[in-house]
């Protein structure tokens, strides 16, 4: 049974960073497409970020691209979320979740395994 254990938020200041960290217990052979999403209160969940499962594509959400940054350790079994001049408007829980697909998707529905989720509060 895959499991995803996130870690890493926090409550900090707008402008500030954090490292998100999702660690995954499932063979590094097995690991295929990871994302990130998160979750405001009284909102949907919605997309991130997404690596596929060798790293070479990685796609976000616009309102993250170029202060977010997301990567994986495969021999580590591990995807993090590099967050960078956060945002009031990027407090949320953070997700991580796996697909069953080698390539990136931004869909919900095609990721099949979930974290329990790390909270994010970006104050101004």
């Known amino acids: 049974q895959v499991q995803l254990v996130e870690s890493g938020g926090g409550l900090v200041q707008a402008g500030d960073s954090l490292n998100l960290a999702c660690a995954v217990s499932?063979?590094?052979?097995?690991?295929?497409?990871m994302g990130w999403f998160r979750q405001a209160p009284g909102k949907e969940r919605e997309f991130v970020a997404s690596i596929s499962w060798n790293g070479g594509r990685r796609d976000y959400t616009d309102s993250v691209k170029g202060r977010f940054s997301i990567s994986r350790d495969n021999a580590k079994k591990a995807v993090y979320l590099q967050l960078n001049n956060l945002r009031p408007e990027d407090t949320a829980v953070y997700y991580c979740?796996?697909?069953?697909?080698?390539?990136?998707?931004?869909?919900?529905?095609?990721?099949?395994?979930w974290g329990q989720g790390t909270q994010v509060t970006v104050s101004s």
């Open positions: 979740a796996a697909s069953p697909f080698n390539v990136t998707s931004k869909r919900i529905y095609e990721f099949r395994h």
């Open positions: 499932i063979s590094a052979f097995e690991m295929k497409a």
